[in-house]
């Protein structure tokens, strides 16, 4: 299983996220910004992850995401934000959970 972490950070919350998270999977795993990450073609999960910028996800993730995952119930994309404030709606993220295959940790 070949495992993809991505993620938007401008002032390094996201990335924190993100570092841990790669820390915790095992095997065939890279990690790369969301600016250098063209698709998501040949990974068998994507974790993508980005702030949320005025009530959404920030612009450049939530262009990704339509163009590479455009279905939120994508099994093989999981998505996750950062926001200044707890419970900050964030409409293609919100109320969704990181899902963590055993397979890959
Ligand atoms: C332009 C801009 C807009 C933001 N809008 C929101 C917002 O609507 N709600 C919120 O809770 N946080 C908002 N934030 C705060 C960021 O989501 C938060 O600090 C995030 O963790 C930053 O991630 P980063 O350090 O990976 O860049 C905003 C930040 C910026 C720069």
New binding site residues.
């Given amino acids: 299983m070949k495992v993809l972490v991505t993620?938007?950070?401008?002032?390094?919350?996201?990335?924190k996220v993100a570092d841990a998270i790669f820390g915790e999977i095992k095997g065939d795993k890279e990690m790369k910004t969301l600016e250098t990450t063209s698709d998501l073609n040949g990974y068998d999960l994507a974790f993508v992850g980005f702030?949320?910028?005025?009530?959404?996800p920030?612009e450049p993730a939530k262009k990704f995401l339509e163009a590479h995952a455009p279905r939120s119930a994508d099994a093989r994309v999981s998505r996750w934000?950062?926001?200044?404030?707890q419970g900050?709606s964030c409409p293609g993220s919100a109320g969704r959970f990181l899902r963590l295959p055993r397979s890959a940790l």
């Fill in positions: 993620y938007l950070s401008q002032t390094g919350n996201t990335k702030p949320v910028w005025s009530s959404g920030a934000h950062t926001s200044e404030l900050s």
